[in-house]
């Protein structure tokens, strides 16, 4: 990981200092970041034994769809959480859309050092390669219908292009007010959304609100 992210003072000098590590090494995780095998991502959240709450988002609901409906909060302080390669998932008021990645995604919510606001929400995952892909998916509220699904063949062209991809499938999908009436029930859902704010239209961001 030093290897990879590099730093540029001796170890020695920094092993113990917290704060040079945040300032200089994770916010270089703010995103993800390439690390030889693994892909890793750090985003500092308020994590505490019964929740996880993003200073910009709120209360952070991951939710996944499975054989058996949506679960939801399954995200607390020291849990290992595993979101297995396949399955749909999503964070309410974060992620526009429903992400679905052929890696597994493995996360660690790592609590406040004493005296800090924020602990370390560590994700994990196997660095993609050869026809590894994600896509970024859009399924009806009312009936778990898909209307759109975006894909991004992240084994070939890397982590590189993923923000690109995200924000194209975003914008694809909002272009079309076909894309949002479900075929099934006829329901009419909201527009998607990019996981950066800074991204989002004012419609977007009247969107982000309602799911
Ligand atoms: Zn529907």
Same mark, same amino acid.
């Given at each position: 990981?030093?290897?990879?992210?590099?730093?540029? %003072?001796? /170890?020695?000098? #920094?092993?113990?200092?917290?704060?040079? +590590?945040? &300032?200089?090494?994770?916010? *270089?995780?703010? =995103?993800?970041?390439?690390?030889? %095998?693994? /892909?890793?991502? #750090?985003?500092?959240?308020?994590?505490? +034994?019964? &929740?996880?709450?993003?200073? *910009?988002?709120? =209360?952070?609901?991951?939710?996944?769809?499975?054989?058996?409906?949506?679960?939801?909060?399954?995200?607390?302080?020291?849990?290992?959480?595993?979101?297995?390669?396949?399955?749909?998932?999503?964070?309410?008021?974060?992620?526009?859309?429903?992400?679905?990645?052929?890696?597994?995604?493995?996360?660690?919510?790592?609590?406040?050092?004493?005296?800090?606001?924020?602990?370390?929400?560590?994700?994990?995952?196997?660095?993609?390669?050869?026809?590894?892909?994600?896509?970024?998916?859009?399924?009806?509220?009312?009936?778990?219908?898909?209307?759109?699904?975006?894909?991004?063949?992240?084994?070939?062209?890397?982590?590189?292009?993923?923000?690109?991809?995200?924000?194209?499938?975003?914008?694809?999908?909002?272009?079309?007010?076909?894309?949002?009436?479900?075929?099934?029930?006829?329901?009419?859902?909201?527009?998607?959304?990019?996981?950066?704010?800074?991204?989002?239209?004012?419609?977007?961001?009247?969107?982000?609100?309602?799911?």
């Amino acid at each position: 990981m030093f290897a990879t992210v590099g730093i540029d %003072q001796p /170890i020695e000098k #920094i092993m113990d200092d917290w704060d040079y +590590l945040d &300032e200089k090494i994770v916010k *270089k995780f703010t =995103t993800w970041q390439e690390t030889g %095998q693994n /892909i890793i991502g #750090i985003r500092r959240r308020t994590i505490t +034994l019964k &929740e996880i709450v993003d200073p *910009k988002k709120g =209360t952070f609901n991951s939710v996944t769809m499975t054989p058996d409906g949506l679960l939801s909060k399954q995200h607390k302080a020291m849990k290992i959480h595993i979101t297995p390669g396949g399955v749909p998932h999503r964070v309410e008021h974060s992620l526009g859309f429903w992400h679905i990645n052929d890696m597994d995604e493995l996360y660690l919510p790592i609590p406040a050092r004493p005296g800090e606001e924020f602990g370390h929400f560590v994700v994990l995952m196997q660095t993609p390669t050869g026809d590894d892909r994600e896509s970024y998916a859009q399924y009806c509220q009312k009936c778990l219908t898909m209307l759109y699904e975006y894909p991004y063949l992240s084994g070939r062209f890397g982590l590189a292009g993923i923000w690109r991809a995200e924000e194209e499938a975003v914008r694809s999908y909002n272009a079309d007010p076909k894309h949002r009436h479900c075929p099934e029930c006829g329901h009419v859902n909201p527009l998607g959304y990019c996981w950066n704010v800074a991204k989002d239209s004012p419609e977007q961001a009247e969107a982000r609100l309602l799911w």
